[in-house]
Structures are given as structure tokens and as C-alpha cells.
């Protein structure tokens, strides 16, 4: 009995922090044990607790199921043509349903085996997570089902938020309202995913893609696209809580088809299958990859640290959300999609045996921020993306024997979420990716894939004197009083920063003002082509149709811009999502020409 | 009630020997030694609780208060960063004062409106006081010891004197937002009424959805 009430008296006395005057004002107890940056290895060492150790390359790659069309009778209410622009042009051929729910995914079985009972299910069944449903077999995953299109097929999607309420959701972070932005698509304004268009939980949003090429000019095809989540402010913790998804638009020349007859086809690998067998194997030789780098707690759920506003560091690099998997693949050609999910990290992937991690290996690149280039950048050695950039390549692993290992590494040293440092990782200290185990083809099986010499053209660009004519914009990106900054502003959607009439061409730049960070810059609804890179023309695999302008630091962008077919609201934002959540986004309109 | 009581008894436990042996040079070679202390029970946790440290605060009336255990555990909080001399270069004040008529009633019941100094070297209580009572603002602003107010501002990222940014906070869900200080006030109480939780929650205050 150590004179109890004495104690409890002397600690009423402690929590009236008056009486300590002066003299123990300064009792700082504790510290927060939350700050800010890895260590110089980009991967340990860092403020933020570690996640529990897993072993890499012990579970099997999840490829999502394609999207499962359910007629236009299922829906009820029906359509209302009147909600969208042009629908009676583009009337939908292609019908689907999203429900999001808020349950349990397995990053990894080690991780699922530290998990709580949460979300109505059981401890030791998954880390909390946000997901979509629609797949064929009709379970919610993260990535949601891959929305597959083509081009002349519209499609329409309305999709339900089916989330908790913010009084009872279980995901610590994020938001609970939805409005889902199909990247890079040419879609209307009130289909775009536009950030104040959210649905709360019990609502739904309709989503009409006319499968039109810009200006109704095939050199326009987009291919390579995804779907994520664009609440406003919470845009960056919705998509790291689990609201994203892989989009594919094909046409006659990417047709999806390798053994395609058609004299216009390109035949790059693909079989329009998706999906894997849950073992590790692939349906298809067409394969979307997105990239998120995720924190886990001690309890096997992903954390995310808030107050940072330079950004947010994973330090396990998942694919299509499994830590660190493996694939088995065929003696033959392979299309992957690589897509950066965010929210901040840059990545410069290499292609490795296991078997001799020091020889980097060499691999095709075909397309930019999903748009087929003119030709194949042959011989590539390594890719860099940048948070939503993506990059088609082609891997042929013919040239491996069968029992193989080959890994994905990321070489970029990042050690803040401000962007990369520009060091390359070495040795152990590279970040493991994805192993694919090479397998014989089955017997009798024939790789007719071929990745042709010359792709898809691109539009054309007027000449220098047409250019100068044009009216010219700069936006610049910045940090400003503790902001990120648009042209020194912060997102206001009743400020409208640009108006480019509909059917006008412009030539925009985009200036990074930072010396340290780098800003992956996207506009919506019309992608551009680059006219000057730091001065430069650009070659390779910038010589591209762009999304995402992924500007490191005090870089400066010229790009051309057409604007045509839908009118309405769109936006300009950081796709580092943390600084577009702070605000680092404007709204420009593309208004009746 | 309940809660306090918690409080007061889990700070018993957390620091017994600074209570056994007072302010005394024992407790100040003890305190001395800060990282001794990074990982002791806290009184109060919460969901965000761990990024903030054990500090006590003084307001513009001479007020203390534990700045996480008493202001902003299980609160809605809007919570902005200036100083007497940051208010001459990046004026913020007058703008939180119209949100402050926005949120009207709710001020000091569930909402909770905080300036923290980025200059506690120099801001007082005085010289808070008078900020404050020039602009009729009635939330409170908060200094402290520099080491103190520095653990606080980087627990919110801030750095510098002068600092845009506003964080909206809910820590009964643990759910927090930025808007920039000097956004259309409309939108700062639009961002509090959306982290609101319960009978106050409103998914906007102005519809701006497309029709």
C-alpha cells in the first residue's frame, strides 16, 4: 500500500500543469516516435517503424480477372442518356458494375497471420483493405478486375460505394467517399472521375467511356490505363488503402490477339485471356503490373504517416498488391504493362538473373504512359517510371533456359517522398520486386507473338510558325509557405485557371521550381506530345504521346495540346497523390468553342 | 469525468519518479535524457497519439494544458501555425476568423480551433493575446517551451516560421486533412463538417457535384 491516495493526489497535481510554474515546463516525456525519412539506403534505418519481415518471392503473382459485363437490362435505375455527353452517339454496347467494400486482403500470408479480427472476419484472414468487386468470379480484390475495351465498343460502369460510414469504417486512413477517375481516358467531364464528383457510402456513380478516339483519329488509341480513386484531399490514402485498378483499350492494329489474321494487326503478345490459376500462372501473355510501395504495421495492416506532406514511402514493393511474388512464365514473349500505382515513389526497374544479379539484362519498350510508340525502344536495360507513368515492355524468355529465375530489381534510390535522390541502388541494397520462374512452353504450343518494327504513328504537330501562333500557358510547380503550389495557388474548384475553347490547340509548359523534388505532372481528359525537354527535342521513349510528365527537379516541359470532343471541367495536379491531396491540383475547362 | 480520471491515473503510472521526487535535479537529469522517455506510456493514447509528444502548452490567457491529452484527444480540431511576426508577412488570422463564424456554436464544444506559434521564442501569452483580441478571435493560441512547441510543430511536418498549411482533425476516427490556411474559408469549414462525425456530418456545405 504505497500510500495509493497520496499518489493518485500528487498526480491530480501533475495533470494541472499550472502548478509546475516554470521550473518543469519543459518536461518533454515523450517523443513522438513518428518522423519523417529513411535512411540513406532508402529502404531501412528510417523513422517510421520497419514492416514486419516477410520472405520475398513466396507467393504467387494475383493477375485480376477482366471485368464481367452484366447487360445493360441489369441495371436499375436504368441509364439516363441525359446525364452524359453524346451518349445517343456512343450508346453503351459494354455494361459493368462495381461494388466497393471495405474487407480483407492477403498482401502476404505472413502478414495475413499477424492481422486482428477486423472487418467481419476472423484474426489472421488479411490486412484491412478497400476493394472492388466485378470480376468474373465476383470477389472483391485489390487491384479491382481490368476494365478491358475496345475502341467502337462504348462501355458504361456504375459503380457503388458500398463503404462504411466514416463512423464505422475500419481502414484507418482515407476517406469513405468515392469518385473513380479512369486515367488518361477521353471521357467526358462528368465520367472523368472528377474529384468534387463523389459518391458517400450508399451512393452510386455513373461512369459513360465512349471508346472514341480523340478527334476520332486512330493515331489517338490509348492502350494502357487504369482506374483509381480521385476523392478530393484523399486522393493519395483512398488508392494506398486499395481503390485502384488496370484499364486496356485495344483496337484492330492492337488487337489484343497475337495469332490475329488481320494485315493491320501488330500480333503482340496477348490471347485476350486474364486472370491466373492462384498458383502462380498466368492465362495470358498480356500482363498489367502496378506497383505500390506499402508500409505494414505490426498488426499486418498497411500505415501511412499523414502529417507528411512531401510524400509517402513504402519500404515492401507489392505487385498488383502481393508483396514481392513470383510468376511462372513460358520460353516465350510476354506483354507487361508496368504501371506505377504511388503514391511517391520512383522507381528505375531492372531485369536480373538471380543466378547473376550484377548483369543487368535487356528487355523491349513499346509504349509511354500506355500509348504505343512509333517504334520499339529495343535493347532497354532498365525502365523509369515515375507515379502514374506506365510503360508497356516485352520480355522474351526464350533466351532463358528453362528453371531460371529472373527478378525485377528497383535500382532508384528514394529517400523521402519528395521524389528520387538520382543515386542508383547497388548490391543487396537494390529493392526486390518480382521473380518469374521460366517454364518450357506446353507441348505442341507456338509463340506467334512478334514485336513488328514500326507501331503506331503519332499525330502529327504543326510546324514552329503555327506553334508560335498558338496561345502559350506555363504552369509551375512549387513549394511555397509549407504548399505545394500550382502557379502559386492551391486547389480552389471555383477557381477555373485555364479555359481553352473546345476544338483549339495550345502549347503549354510545365516548369518544375524545385530543386530537390520531383513533381509527376497530369493533366486529364487530353494527353500531349512533347515539343522540348530542357530544351532538348525529345527521342526514344519520350518521342511519345504523355499523360504524366514526370519533371525532376528545376526541369522545364514545352508540350502541344489539342482540346476537342467533350466540354466541361477538368484538372491539372502533382500525381505525386500526397501533394496533389495537398493541394497541389487547379481546375482548368475546356469550354464551347 | 471517466476520461479525466483515466488520465489522472495513467499518468500516475507513466511517470512516477518525477511525481516521487518533485522538481527536483534527480528529475531533470532524468528529463535531461529525452530519449529515455521516446517510448513511456503515454495517459491518453489515440489514434494519432504517437506522432505527438508530452508537452504542455500555454494559451494567450495563461492557460496550461497537455497539448495532445487535453486538446486534442477525441476532439474535432482545425489547427493552424503562425507567430506575431509570421502574421505581418503571411497574414492567416483574419481568415480562420471567418471560419471560426462559419463553425459558430460548435466552437469550444466539439470543434476546436488551435494557432500554434512557430516562434515561441518570441510569442508570449501577452503578445498572443493581443493578436487575438485584434482580430476577435476566440479559439486559442498556443506557445510553449521552444523544444516543446518544435516536437509539437514537427509531429505536423511544419517547418519554418511561416507556414500556409491548416490540418482538420477528427481523433475520435483519427482521420486528418489539409487545407491551406488562407483557402475560401467556406472550404476549411466544408473540410471540418466532412470529418465530422455524428449528428454534424455533412459531406459538403456547397454541392459542387456535375448535374
Redesign the interface.
Known amino acids: 500500500m504505497i500510500k495509493r491516495r497520496k499518489f493518485l493526489k500528487a498526480s491530480a497535481l501533475l495533470s494541472v500543469p499550472a502548478i509546475f510554474g516554470g521550473g518543469v515546463a519543459n518536461a518533454q516525456l515523450c517523443r513522438p516516435t513518428g518522423l519523417r525519412s529513411l535512411g540513406p539506403d532508402g529502404k531501412t534505418g528510417g523513422t517510421e517503424p520497419d514492416s514486419p519481415a516477410v520472405t520475398a518471392y513466396s507467393q504467387p503473382l494475383f493477375i485480376p480477372p477482366q471485368l464481367h459485363d452484366v447487360g445493360v437490362a441489369a441495371l436499375n435505375p436504368p441509364i439516363d442518356p441525359n446525364r452524359h455527353q453524346r451518349y445517343e452517339e456512343f450508346e453503351a454496347e459494354k455494361v459493368y458494375e462495381q461494388h466497393i467494400t471495405e474487407g480483407v486482403w492477403t498482401y502476404h500470408p505472413e502478414l495475413d497471420a499477424l492481422t486482428p479480427a477486423q472487418a467481419g472476419q476472423p484474426a489472421g484472414s488479411g490486412s484491412i483493405a478497400w476493394m472492388y468487386d466485378g470480376g468474373i468470379n465476383g470477389q472483391p480484390s485489390t487491384p479491382g478486375p481490368t476494365l478491358v475495351a475496345r475502341y467502337g465498343e462504348p462501355v458504361f460502369v456504375r459503380r457503388h460505394n458500398d463503404l462504411p460510414t466514416a463512423d464505422e469504417v475500419v481502414m484507418p486512413i482515407g476517406y469513405p467517399a468515392i469518385s473513380t477517375h479512369l486515367h488518361n481516358a477521353h471521357t467526358a467531364s462528368e465520367s472523368d472521375g472528377y474529384p468534387m464528383d463523389f459518391a458517400t457510402p450508399g451512393e452510386f456513380w455513373e461512369h459513360h467511356y465512349a471508346m472514341y478516339y480523340a478527334r476520332n483519329d486512330s493515331n489517338e488509341a490509348l492502350a494502357s490505363l487504369w482506374y483509381h480513386d480521385h476523392m478530393i484531399d484523399f486522393t493519395a490514402t483512398n488508392v494506398y488503402a486499395g481503390l485502384s485498378g488496370m484499364a486496356i483499350f485495344y483496337d484492330d492494329i492492337d488487337s489484343g490477339d497475337e495469332n490475329d489474321l488481320n494485315p493491320q494487326a501488330l500480333n503482340l503478345p496477348g490471347n485476350m485471356q486474364f486472370g491466373d490459376d492462384g498458383e502462380g500462372n498466368s492465362l495470358g501473355y498480356d500482363i498489367s503490373l502496378i506497383l505500390h510501395d506499402v508500409r505494414f504495421n505490426a498488426e499486418g495492416n498497411p500505415t501511412y504517416n499523414v502529417f507528411d506532406t512531401d510524400g509517402h514511402l513504402g519500404d515492401l514493393i507489392t505487385v498488383n498488391r502481393k508483396v514481392q511474388p513470383y510468376l511462372n512464365v513460358k520460353r516465350r514473349k510476354y506483354r507487361f504493362r508496368i504501371y506505377d500505382g504511388g503514391p511517391s515513389r520512383f522507381y528505375e526497374l531492372g531485369l536480373f538473373k538471380t543466378a547473376d544479379r550484377d548483369t543487368p539484362l535487356s528487355f523491349d519498350i513499346i509504349a509511354n504512359d500506355g500509348n504505343l510508340l512509333e517504334e520499339p525502344f529495343r535493347g532497354a536495360t532498365s525502365v523509369i517510371i515515375g507515379p502514374a507513368n506506365r510503360n508497356d515492355v516485352i520480355i522474351d524468355f526464350s533466351q532463358f533456359a528453362a528453371g531460371d529465375e529472373i527478378e525485377i530489381l528497383n535500382l532508384a534510390e528514394q529517400v523521402n517522398g519528395q521524389g528520387p535522390t538520382g543515386r542508383r541502388l547497388t548490391g543487396n541494397n537494390r529493392m526486390e520486386v518480382l521473380k518469374f520462374i521460366v517454364q518450357e512452353m506446353d507441348e505442341g504450343e507456338v509463340d506467334n507473338s512478334v514485336v513488328p518494327a514500326t507501331l503506331r504513328p503519332l499525330p502529327e504537330i504543326p510546324p514552329q510558325e503555327v506553334l508560335d501562333e498558338l496561345i502559350h500557358r506555363e504552369w509551375v510547380f512549387d513549394h511555397d509557405m509549407g504548399l505545394w503550389t500550382v502557379n502559386g495557388d492551391f486547389m480552389d474548384p471555383s477557381v477555373i485557371s485555364a479555359a481553352p475553347k473546345q476544338g483549339s490547340a495550345e502549347v503549354w509548359t510545365f516548369r518544375n521550381a524545385g530543386s530537390s523534388w520531383a513533381h509527376p505532372c497530369h493533366v486529364h481528359f487530353e494527353e500531349c506530345q512533347i515539343l522540348e525537354w530542357n530544351g532538348k527535342k525529345p527521342t526514344g521513349v519520350l518521342k511519345a504521346r504523355k499523360d504524366v510528365m514526370t519533371l525532376g527537379p528545376n526541369d522545364v516541359v514545352k508540350v502541344f495540346y489539342r482540346f476537342d470532343d467533350f466540354v466541361g471541367r477538368y484538372v491539372i495536379h502533382c500525381h505525386n497523390n500526397v501533394h496533389e491531396d495537398n493541394a497541389m491540383m487547379l481546375r482548368w475547362d475546356i469550354t464551347p468553342g | 469525468m471517466n476520461l479525466?480520471r483515466k488520465?489522472?491515473?495513467s499518468?500516475?503510472v507513466?511517470?512516477?519518479s518525477?511525481?516521487?521526487t518533485g522538481?527536483s535535479a534527480r528529475?531533470?537529469s532524468v528529463?535531461g535524457k529525452?530519449?529515455a522517455?521516446?517510448?513511456?506510456p503515454?495517459?491518453i493514447t489515440g489514434?494519432?497519439a504517437?506522432?505527438?509528444?508530452?508537452?504542455?502548452v500555454?494559451d494567450q490567457n495563461k492557460?496550461?494544458?497537455?497539448f495532445y491529452e487535453e486538446l486534442i484527444h477525441d476532439k474535432i480540431v482545425l489547427v493552424n501555425?503562425s507567430s506575431v511576426r509570421g502574421e505581418e508577412h503571411?497574414p492567416i488570422v483574419a481568415n480562420m476568423v471567418k471560419v471560426q463564424n462559419m463553425i459558430g456554436d460548435r466552437l469550444g464544444k466539439d470543434v476546436f480551433i488551435y494557432t500554434i506559434s512557430t516562434d515561441p521564442y518570441h510569442d508570449t501569452p501577452e503578445s498572443l493575446k493581443e493578436l487575438a483580441d485584434a482580430h476577435g478571435a476566440k479559439w486559442q493560441f498556443l506557445t510553449?517551451?521552444p523544444?516543446?512547441m518544435r516536437?509539437i510543430l514537427?509531429?505536423?511536418?511544419?517547418?519554418?516560421k511561416?507556414?500556409?498549411?491548416s490540418?482538420v482533425g477528427n481523433e475520435k476516427?483519427?482521420?486528418?486533412?489539409?487545407?491551406?490556411s488562407r483557402?475560401?474559408p467556406l472550404?476549411i469549414a466544408e473540410?471540418v463538417a466532412?470529418?465530422s462525425?455524428?449528428k454534424h456530418?455533412k459531406?459538403f456545405l456547397v454541392d459542387?457535384?456535375?448535374v
Do not use: E
Open positions: 479525466r488520465f489522472i491515473t499518468l500516475a507513466a511517470v512516477p518525477l511525481v516521487m522538481v528529475a531533470n528529463l529525452k530519449s522517455f521516446k517510448d513511456c503515454r495517459g489514434p494519432t504517437h506522432r505527438f509528444p508530452q508537452a504542455i500555454t492557460k496550461k494544458a497537455w501555425f503571411y510553449g517551451d523544444d516543446d516536437a514537427t509531429g505536423f511536418g511544419i517547418r519554418g511561416i507556414n500556409g498549411l490540418w476516427t483519427g482521420r486528418w486533412m489539409t487545407k491551406a483557402q475560401h472550404y473540410a466532412r470529418l462525425t455524428g456530418h459531406p459542387m457535384h456535375s
